[in-house]
């Protein structure tokens, strides 16, 4: 089954704009909550990552924000650009779990 | 500093047939992980490799194996091939068995399976 739900399948967004993905875990264990971004023929590259101790995290452009009580996290891309046309995928885990769950991904597209 | 390698890049192989796929982990890594991408879907965990020995399994049937070297390398094997089985296989290393933070994985570009 899935742990870990991803919405939109895909989002198109303008040069500057503003991209955001959501993700909604079932798991309470879960403590570990990282994105990755893929492009295509490459693997996932570790983006950013939180843990509930905190409710958001800023990396540069990229920010999540987390809802333990919704069990709920999102990535906001701010200012987009054509270079971050890429897949993003939410994933969750135990902290120093073996294994990650991940989301079925976001297909961004940057539009310049 | 080199990255995760695998190969082949792609291969194409016959419903029934078995196959092999080959995974170099990053230099300083010890574990070695692979996770199956269905096209449009995320990565799914098959197994993890650490001390040469398997550390954990998800939901996968027998017929898919691996194997860890002294080196660290990993190998992938199917056997039985299903035309489900096609996919994009990756392979993460990582120094420890941990997933998480800046010490967890690095992933491959991964082998694209296509079984007909």
């Known amino acids: 089954q899935q742990q870990v739900k991803q919405s939109p399948q895909s989002l198109i967004v303008q040069k500057g704009g503003i991209s955001i993905i959501n993700c909604a875990y079932e798991n309470t264990a879960f403590d570990y909550f990282p994105w990755y971004q893929q492009f295509p023929g490459k693997g996932p590259a570790l983006l950013i990552a939180?843990?509930?101790?905190?409710s958001e995290k800023k990396e540069g452009r990229f920010t999540i924000s987390f809802n333990k009580s919704a069990k709920q996290f999102s990535l906001h891309i701010m200012d987009s650009q054509p270079g971050d046309s890429a897949t993003y995928f939410c994933a969750a885990s135990r902290w120093a779990d073996y294994k990650l769950s991940f989301g079925a991904g976001t297909t961004v597209t940057v539009r310049a | 500093e080199t990255g995760v390698t695998q190969s082949p890049t792609h291969l194409i192989k016959t419903r029934g047939q078995q196959v092999t796929l080959r995974c170099s982990s990053q230099s300083g890594h010890n574990t070695v992980s692979w996770y199956q991408q269905a096209l449009g879907q995320g990565p799914q965990f098959i197994f993890q490799?650490?001390?040469?020995?398997?550390?954990g399994r998800g939901n996968f049937p027998p017929r898919f194996s691996g194997l860890q070297f002294p080196n660290y390398s990993s190998e992938l094997n199917v056997n039985a091939l299903e035309l489900d089985d096609s996919a994009l296989y990756l392979c993460?290393?990582?120094?420890?068995?941990?997933?998480?933070?800046?010490?967890?994985?690095?992933f491959g570009s991964g082998t694209r399976l296509t079984v007909v």
């Open positions: 939180i843990r509930p101790d905190v």
């Open positions: 993460a290393s990582s120094l420890g068995t941990g997933s998480s933070g800046s010490s967890g994985y690095t």
């Open positions: 490799y650490y001390r040469e020995e398997e550390n």
